[in-house]
């Protein structure tokens, strides 16, 4: 009779604590038992509410964790977006082909070159051939400090390829340490009709297009005899 | 209908002193075979000086025509005319070199008419009493 006096109402309790113990694990985090009554039992009632406390921490700490890393995911996403529009942007101006004369395009490339750059320049290079109708391609590679086996091929990929569409390329600036690579690969590039500058590419452009088309205009003349 | 198809050739028009092939439909192998044996057979019939196969408007063009092509121009050659391959397509030629068919010693053009200015320029340097006008 004393046990049963020490604990009251223990079936009420024990449901109580199996309500707060359920409204918890369906999300409620302000569910407590909070008992009134100080007797033997309330230490376990006491004990399932600081329970219930760390674990609301807990799950308030790792919502806001979880958050803050949404937020940096989201932001990384987004740099991530940046740089790589940054990049494509790079791609597409690091290949200028523009028409300098009649026949005559010009590609200066800066910069190091890399297999897909190369592979870009070739195309946006041979679109603009066909769609100019431009004979002469003048490729300047002054800009470049090195190039390796690789990115020489596809400088010859080019230059076959502008052949194969009825164009003429002429590589212009090589430089002496890319003259050295290029001798010291093995690669033969006498097939190609190389000049030491841009200048002497566009002399030799304009005045085979002097041969070919025997009637010029006022301007052309003019200029041709300033080049010469 | 298939038979049709097959049957279909490819015109090939005399202009001058050079024939003009538009290629104008998907070559298949049997159809570029073909067509190379009629170019040559159109050659000796008329005596043309050169020949220009347009191309403008091939999309694709595999190892075997790119072979047929350039077996074509030194074909050409031999009965002394000149081949010129007149506007291919920056993805065909891409393709082409990386195939590794660079097909030396065929002449391409950008156009018809560049392919044209070509052969009577050459015809008049092999040629001084070639005259453009057929006179």
């Not at chain 2, 020949?51 to 063009?61: F, Q």
Request: charged letters at 25%.
């Amino acid at each position: 009779m004393t046990a049963a006096y020490a604990v009251k109402n223990l079936k009420q309790r024990v449901e109580k604590i199996e309500n707060v113990l359920a409204a918890v694990a369906a999300g409620d985090k302000d569910a407590r038992v909070n008992s009134q009554i100080e007797d033997d039992f309330s230490g376990v009632e006491f004990a399932i509410d600081l329970l219930i406390d760390d674990l609301t921490d807990e799950l308030d700490q790792g919502e806001k964790t979880r958050k803050e890393l949404e937020e940096k995911l989201a932001t990384i996403q987004q740099q991530q977006q940046t740089i790589r529009q940054q990049q494509d942007d790079l791609l597409e101006l690091s290949s200028p082909v523009t028409k300098v004369w009649d026949n005559v395009l010009i590609l200066p490339v800066i910069g190091t070159l890399d297999s897909r750059r190369a592979q870009i320049m070739m195309e946006n290079l041979l679109d603009k051939i066909v769609q100019t109708g431009c004979t002469y391609a003048i490729l300047d590679i002054t800009g470049v400090p090195t190039i390796d086996t690789q990115v020489a091929n596809h400088l010859l990929k080019t230059v076959t390829a502008a052949r194969l569409l009825g164009g003429e390329c002429i590589i212009s600036g090589i430089s002496p340490a890319i003259a050295q690579t290029i001798v010291h690969l093995g690669i033969d590039l006498s097939a190609i009709n190389t000049k030491a500058t841009m200048q002497e590419a566009m002399k030799t452009a304009f005045l085979s297009n002097n041969h070919k088309s025997s009637e010029l205009t006022h301007d052309e003349e003019e200029s041709l005899r300033e080049i010469k | 209908m298939n038979e049709q198809a097959a049957n279909r050739k490819i015109p090939i028009i005399k202009i001058r002193d050079f024939l003009i092939v538009s290629i104008q439909v998907d070559m298949h192998d049997r159809l570029a075979i073909e067509l190379q044996a009629q170019i040559l057979e159109e050659l000796s019939q008329t005596g043309a000086k050169g020949v220009l196969i347009d191309i403008s408007v091939l999309e694709m063009v595999d190892s075997f025509i790119g072979r047929m092509l350039s077996g074509m121009a030194s074909m050409a050659s031999i009965m002394d005319a000149a081949v010129v391959i007149v506007g291919m397509q920056p993805a065909v030629a891409i393709t082409l070199v990386e195939l590794g068919l660079e097909m030396p010693g065929v002449d391409t053009a950008l156009n018809m008419e560049n392919g044209i200015a070509m052969l009577e320029k050459r015809l008049e340097s092999q040629n001084e009493f070639y005259n453009p006008n057929g006179a």
